[in-house]
């Protein structure tokens, strides 16, 4: 699509700061107006816009992208939606240990027990663990509690919060980036730790490299909307 506008300002709107160009609102792809829980987040959407060249690249808004679908996705079926995020629970990556080798063993431990004791402390629950594929029930009243964690958060911290868990195979991971649980990338790292020991042992090509990169870039794109979202 090519640019039709030359200004974009941030203005106060129905339910949240808008985004004009040349005056007119920005409305998301169901026709939806735009409007922005916080001033963070705003400038940002507004700066992809700022940023466009004489095409408009919606690939290259990825704030956008995401600020659309808490509108027009999120919003809408947010109990369904929130059901489908917490559902990672019950077979959290972090709750999968490998049976061998001992170094592995002992590096997932080191990164991922942290983790785990991180939020069984702050929300009253606890995990089981296993060693291998076969599956681990988790205990139902954890299961309950994470389901209301992931229920009260806004339309737009739980769609970050989804594109984390989805990226990492874990909710524990996404919700300690959203509450501030870790460095956000000591998870990150926690999180690639298998593919890193398989890259160890074997090398890794042009392809996978490239995907691995795309892929930390989608974490950390998430992770700043999710900032922005509670600034």
């Known amino acids: ?81 929130a059901q489908g995020v917490a559902r990672y629970g019950e077979s959290d990556l972090l709750c999968y240990r490998a049976e061998g080798p001992e170094a592995l063993v002992a590096r997932q431990a080191a990164a991922w027990d942290p983790l785990l004791a991180w939020a069984e402390q702050r929300y009253g629950v606890r995990f089981r663990t296993t060693q291998g594929i076969l599956p681990v029930a988790q205990p139902g009243e954890t299961l309950e509690r994470l389901q209301a964690v992931v229920a009260a958060f806004d339309p737009f911290t739980l769609t970050g919060l989804s594109t984390l868990v989805t990226l990492t195979g874990s909710l524990v991971c996404g919700l300690a980036v959203v509450e501030g649980g870790h460095d956000s990338d000591s998870i990150w790292a926690a999180a690639e730790i298998d593919e890193r020991w398989q890259v160890e042992l074997w090398g890794e090509d042009a392809e996978a490299a490239a995907r691995s ?12 909307f999710c900032g922005m979202t509670r600034a």
Do not use: C
């Open 1 to 81: 699509m090519k640019r039709f506008y030359k200004d974009v300002t941030v203005v106060p709107g129905e339910g949240g700061l808008g985004v004009q160009l040349d005056g007119r609102p920005v409305r998301t792809p169901a026709r939806a107006l735009l409007a922005l829980p916080t001033p963070a987040l705003a400038e940002a959407v507004a700066d992809e816009w700022r940023a466009q060249g004489e095409t408009v690249d919606p690939r290259a808004m990825p704030i956008t992208g995401l600020a659309n679908a808490a509108i027009d996705q999120v919003a809408p079926n947010h109990v369904a939606f």
């Open 213 to 224: 990169s795309r892929r930390q870039s989608e974490f950390s794109m998430a992770r700043a």
